[in-house]
């Protein structure tokens, strides 16, 4: 049942709460936050809002940046992070149109709620489930500088292969050897075993976590099936929850997908499955890998379209250096069962009908989330609105290990963009699967590709350590 304000103002009294914060999402799918005292907090504010420069946040709006920012009650919980017992929640952004507020089309948990409705809208499904994996990695040091006459970044992890000599424990992990580590191997277990526990008191089920592949300290947490809007949500929950458990232990904890030259990248891949009245859509006994025509369809518009997600979905220049041949990040555009070399993933060990799916590989956490999972589905719904077959189409299925193919294989199969340059390339040319029915505006877009090209240029014009090693002495 939903919170009402009667039920948020006893819950401030029976906790004693102190202060009220508010998270607002910024394009970048980044918290920004204001927090009033508690004794403040009443129903008008609940209705009013509280007000805040959109323009600050990223958004380029035709009106006046003027905006408020109504709470969603639903999203209320204490703040495990702050010393002052503070309520938090998370909220929508409005225009001020006197005498009704409306919504800013803009605004990312706005955009996937009208990915949502669009879906239903369609007829094709009223749910669709998804259920990302966070992979990080924790540093015991990190630091780095941009100047003038200095750049340079210096990490650390004490488990780290790179310790062998200096750790006196001689507890370090071999170079790629991390996956599943047990202690004493395993350093950090209690501070991801917390973050666990602060997931799941925000009211997000967590599967398992875990050491991944990555020696200098890779991990992953992975969340079970949520409702798309919900794990929007709780996508940030779960990488604001990571970033703050880690400095109790003393830690950094970093998302970015290709922190460390040669060792393995983290990624956000996005299990997804649709129901309609609770029964799933994506089931078959005939079809292949159990998946039915609508599944498959909706895998051949994310591979129809995948060159323009991977602007939404893989946002950084970073998020490029993680998606190269040789490791289990996904280059090539296909499908397959139990395939990591493959964009989409199909996992063998879904056998129930109900949790019969597939994984998309290429996202990583740079992403907005609630951008990444809209765009998702958008593109997925525009597969099944015209049937396109990844079959049919050469996407596979490509049931073989794709890195060991021959040079002249290779060669016939379609590739991820190599740039975030290229990735904009491709959304600026195929994005009306994004903006129909009005789910993603043209404004947003537009904005968000001039935004991200500027970044390209700002990163494309510092020079990087490794040119000095290749080209001082040319």
């Known amino acids: 049942m939903p919170n009402t304000a009667k039920d948020i103002m006893k819950l401030i009294r029976d906790?004693?709460?102190?202060?009220?914060?508010?998270?607002?999402?910024?394009?970048?799918?980044?918290?920004?936050?204001?927090?009033?005292?508690?004794?403040?907090?009443?129903?008008?504010?609940?209705?009013?809002?509280?007000g805040f420069d959109a323009s600050n946040y990223g958004y380029a709006v035709v009106e006046k940046s003027d905006m408020v920012y109504i709470p969603d009650l639903d999203t209320a919980m204490i703040d495990p992070f702050c010393g002052v017992k503070t309520l938090s929640m998370i909220g929508n952004a409005m225009i001020i149109d006197y005498p009704n507020n409306r919504p800013l089309a803009q605004y990312p948990r706005n955009i996937v709620q009208a990915a949502r409705d669009y879906m239903?809208?369609?007829?094709?499904?009223?749910?669709?489930?998804?259920?990302?994996?966070?992979?990080?990695?924790?540093?015991?040091?990190?630091?780095w500088r941009l100047d003038h006459n200095n750049i340079a970044v210096s990490i650390d992890a004490r488990q780290a292969y790179w310790n062998s000599e200096t750790e006196g424990s001689g507890y370090v992990v071999p170079f790629q050897r991390?996956?599943?580590?047990?202690?004493?191997?395993?350093?950090?277990?209690?501070?991801?075993?917390?973050?666990?526990?602060?997931?799941?008191?925000?009211?997000?089920?967590?599967?398992?976590?875990?050491?991944?592949?990555?020696?200098a300290g890779q991990f992953e947490i992975e969340p079970l099936l949520g409702e798309l809007c919900d794990m929007a949500d709780g996508s940030m929950m779960i990488k604001y929850i990571i970033r703050?458990?880690?400095?109790?232990?003393?830690?950094?904890?970093?998302?970015?997908?290709?922190?460390?030259?040669?060792?393995a990248g983290s990624g956000m891949h996005v299990h997804m499955l649709l129901l309609k009245d609770g029964e799933p859509v994506f089931s078959d006994d005939k079809g292949y890998a159990h998946l039915s025509r609508e599944a498959h369809w909706f895998m051949g518009g994310l591979l129809k379209h995948i060159a323009s997600l991977c602007a939404i979905t893989n946002p950084s220049t970073n998020s490029f250096k993680r998606l190269v041949p040789g490791f289990e990040a996904p280059v090539t555009v296909g499908y397959a069962t139990s395939n990591r070399s493959a964009v989409i993933r199909i996992p063998a060990y879904a056998k129930s009908p109900k949790l019969r799916r597939f994984e998309?590989?290429?996202?990583?956490?740079?992403?907005?989330?609630?951008?990444?999972?809209?765009?998702?589905?958008?593109a997925g719904l525009d597969g099944i609105k015209n049937q396109i077959d990844p079959h049919a189409n050469g996407w596979g299925p490509y049931d073989m290990n794709l890195f060991h193919l021959s040079d002249e294989e290779k060669a016939k199969l379609?590739?991820?963009?190599?740039?975030?340059?290229?990735?904009?390339?491709?959304?600026?040319?195929d994005h009306d699967y994004l903006t129909a029915g009005g789910v993603f505006p043209e404004e947003l877009l537009t904005n968000f590709i001039a935004r991200k090209r500027q970044e390209c240029l700002e990163l494309g014009q510092i020079p990087h350590p490794a040119e000095f090693d290749r080209y001082y002495n040319v």
């Open 244 to 263: 703050n458990v880690a400095p109790k232990y003393g830690l950094s904890a970093t998302l970015m997908p290709k922190p460390i030259t040669g060792e």
């Open 120 to 143: 239903r809208s369609t007829g094709i499904a009223d749910t669709m489930l998804i259920l990302p994996e966070f992979e990080f990695y924790l540093f015991d040091h990190v630091g």
């Open 414 to 429: 379609h590739q991820l963009p190599t740039s975030l340059d290229q990735a904009l390339d491709a959304l600026e040319a």
């Open 360 to 378: 998309l590989r290429n996202p990583d956490a740079t992403c907005n989330p609630y951008f990444c999972y809209a765009a998702i589905l958008m």
């Open 15 to 50: 906790e004693e709460i102190q202060m009220v914060d508010f998270k607002i999402v910024d394009i970048n799918g980044q918290f920004r936050h204001v927090t009033i005292p508690a004794a403040h907090f009443n129903e008008e504010t609940m209705v009013n809002g509280i």
């Open 178 to 215: 991390h996956y599943h580590v047990a202690k004493p191997l395993d350093r950090t277990y209690e501070c991801r075993s917390e973050m666990c526990l602060e997931i799941e008191k925000a009211g997000i089920p967590v599967k398992y976590h875990h050491p991944e592949v990555g020696g």
